[in-house]
């Protein structure tokens, strides 16, 4: 049972658009759902204390869904935060956020707020490549992502972020010289080891300099920061941003044990509205004790097994990146 609880500071009675909040979550075995909620918490913590955009209630009740827990309204909702700390102490994981809030109807937006932040870590090798990393980490940065920085032992990233960049000698005319420059960027999605977004040059570009160092950090349309770094960025974010509207894949429910049609009905019934993650029933199937269910969800399959584990009579047994296995284990209820 993952337990949250929040520490609300005093703040002054007129509203507020940036504010300091906290939040921990009790840790579990894996850490990434830990620090999830602490900051999940925080900035519910954050539209709280301005009277917007969140309400939890009976947060640490044995037995409640974690979807029941959290409500989003529309009121308002955290556009972007920073983490100012972060740890662990006496079994919880702390954070402390600097968060911006804005008012306004877009539900999408209230509920992306609440939701998750991907951990992102960024490698970058070759000539140039500096330019792209630095130029992505700005991108990112107020985001959807948290970038992991090497050194952090207990968080595993979510997407890997690699950049290869080379940029060789093409011509000398005399004092003035020109460079082949090549650069591609990949995100591969760790849990799955599948690469989600590549983005390269279409051929080697030419850069131009009196030495590579010119050609590499100048600052003209010619040059490698605004010829091939801006462009392939650009390109990136792009992919980024249609990667982030499907947000969602097909996840296979696999239950079995269920002592009849009704109880195969209610556990239906029960994925069908968590609301945390979930977007769509696909298709459903029952026969002889064992029942199918196709759901359509952001996130982790560890995290939908995470919610319906809250139920005492559903028991998971096992879960993969597209497929979670359950065990009704209550055939009196």
Known sequence: MLIFFVFLPVLPAFAQTALEAEGMA???PDITISRDLAILRARQQALETLGIGITSKNISVQGKMLDEMIMVQTGGFVERHSILEEGQKNGYYHVRLRTWVKTGKDLDDAYRSIFRQRILSISAKGEGSEHIERLIRKGLSGSFYH????????????YQILIDSSVKPHSDYGGFGSFYAEAGVSMVQVSASRQVIYVALDKPMIVYGKDL???????????????????LVDSFQNKL??????????????ISGLPDLK????????????????????????????????????????YLSTIIAYRPQYKVTGHQWDCIQVVYADRDS
């Open 241 to 254: 941003t249609s990667l982030e509207k499907k947000r969602s894949r097909t996840i296979r429910i696999n």
């Open 147 to 158: 970038i992991f920085e090497h050194g952090h032992k207990t968080l595993r990233p979510d």
């Open 213 to 231: 160092d010119q050609a590499l950090n100048g600052g003209t349309v010619n040059q490698y920061p605004k010829k091939v770094a801006e462009p």
């Open 263 to 302: 109880a195969f009905r209610a556990f239906r019934d029960y994925v069908k509205n968590i609301r945390l993650g979930m977007e769509d029933l696909y298709s459903e199937d029952y026969s002889n004790g064992q029942g199918i269910l196709d759901v359509s969800y952001r996130e982790k399959s560890l």
């Open 26 to 28: 009790r840790v579990e």
